[in-house]
């Protein structure tokens, strides 16, 4: 049977950062709060000309670069921060790619687990026809109140995912475990730019969701804990991978070992919450940088409040160092302008989603940037960097 899964994978950032140290300081917060209470250290946050789109293509060109637009006719655009109503955010970056007309481009919403959804939708076409490529990307901005309370676990990041036969990276294996419940514990009303959260409700949720779609995974003849040798799990903020990794071993009666965790936590500490794309943002992490993945299966926990889960395991193919990105995500987050906390807070205030006739000043170095509005439409455009 021919394997399906993630033939490359990389990520994007925004232009600027706040390093959480400062943000601490200034609110009269001990950092280890957030360095050790949270595990984060830094999050990413958009110029004004930077969005989800301007990131997932970004995230996007790497892999066309390497691979062209052959094969592909869907993109897939995962996201719970979209621009449009409508239009799906993809329609707008499949036009900054450059992909043919005959690409389906299709937008998908359920909170941080559009992102699983979406790689599941595209080994489904990939099945059905193993000549075919999917691009799918996740992309995100989490915005927070202004000192509210979840404000240090704000954050953006896409990662773009290329799936195909016989995938380079990571064959992702046929069985799965889903949970959904219909759960008040994190949701965005049409009239807000920043969501409201029940945060210790928020917290169960994930953790029942985990338990219940690996209890699912086990009815369905999925591999045991003891069969999987790397666990990654979405990341709204690294302690909660940890707590999750710890509720998992202990509902199965397993000494709980969390020393197999940091690798996939490098690039969440300092991108902050990315939503859609934080599991991935893991795995390109774990792949980044443990040698000795080759042949081992990785257990892959995907959650979305409101509530959906989603248990999926997957075997790292023999070449996978080959299609490595380290160089480039370390190179990416270590060109990030570094906000002051003022800086940031006025950035914050700024924030608009409405349609008003804007122009956005030049600021982003990515090769792609969000230009403004003009007769309520949204405006995108190629920078000297693409």
Not at 46 to 75: F, K, N, Q, W, Y
Not at 164 to 171: E, G, H, I, K, V
Not at 219 to 226: E, F, I, L, R, S
Not at 318 to 346: F, I, K, Q
Request: charged share 25%; hydrophobic share 40%.
């Amino acid at each position: 049977m021919t394997s399906i899964g993630i033939h490359d994978l990389a990520v994007a950032t925004t232009h600027h950062v706040l390093d959480l140290a400062e943000l601490a300081e200034a609110t009269g917060v001990e950092p280890a709060k957030y360095h050790r209470g949270l595990g984060q250290e830094q999050m990413s946050f958009p110029a004004p000309d930077e969005d989800i789109v301007t990131m997932g293509a970004s995230a996007a060109a790497l892999l066309l670069a390497e691979h062209g637009t052959d094969g592909i006719r869907s993109l897939l655009f995962a996201t719970e921060s979209g621009v449009d109503q409508s239009k799906a955010a993809g329609v707008f970056a499949h036009h900054l790619l450059g992909l043919p007309s005959t690409v389906r481009t299709v937008e998908f919403k359920q909170a941080c687990y559009g992102g699983a959804a979406a790689l599941q939708t595209a080994l489904g076409i990939v099945a059905r026809n193993p000549e075919e490529r999917v691009l799918v990307i996740a992309s995100d901005v989490a915005r927070y109140e202004l000192d509210g309370p979840a404000a240090p676990t704000q954050g953006a990041g896409a990662v773009a995912i290329l799936v195909s036969a016989d995938p380079a990276l990571l064959a992702i294996e046929p069985h799965s475990g889903v949970h959904t419940a219909d759960i008040d514990d994190f949701w965005r009303p049409n009239d807000t730019t920043t969501p409201l959260v029940d945060g210790a409700l928020s917290l169960q949720t994930y953790l029942d969701a985990l338990l219940g779609s690996w209890g699912d995974l086990q009815a369905h003849g999925g591999p045991g804990v003891d069969e999987i040798d790397r666990f990654l799990y979405h990341q709204p903020f690294t302690k909660m991978a940890r707590k999750a990794h710890a509720a998992l071993f202990r509902h199965e009666d397993r000494p709980v070992d969390e020393s197999a965790l940091e690798t996939s936590f490098l690039y969440n500490r300092q991108l902050g919450n990315s939503y859609t794309a934080s599991l991935f943002v893991g795995l390109a992490a774990l792949l980044d940088h443990d040698d000795d993945l080759a042949g081992r299966r990785l257990g892959l926990f995907s959650y979305g409040s409101g509530s959906v889960g989603e248990f999926l395991t997957g075997i790292v193919q023999s070449g996978y160092r080959e299609r490595r990105r380290r160089e480039a995500t370390e190179s990416a987050l270590a060109a990030r302008v570094p906000l002051t906390v003022e800086e940031y807070r006025a950035l914050h205030v700024s924030y608009t989603d409405d349609s008003d006739e804007r122009e956005t000043p030049r600021t982003t170095a990515a090769p792609f940037r969000f230009a403004g509005v003009r007769d309520r439409i949204r405006r995108y455009e190629r920078t000297a960097g693409a």
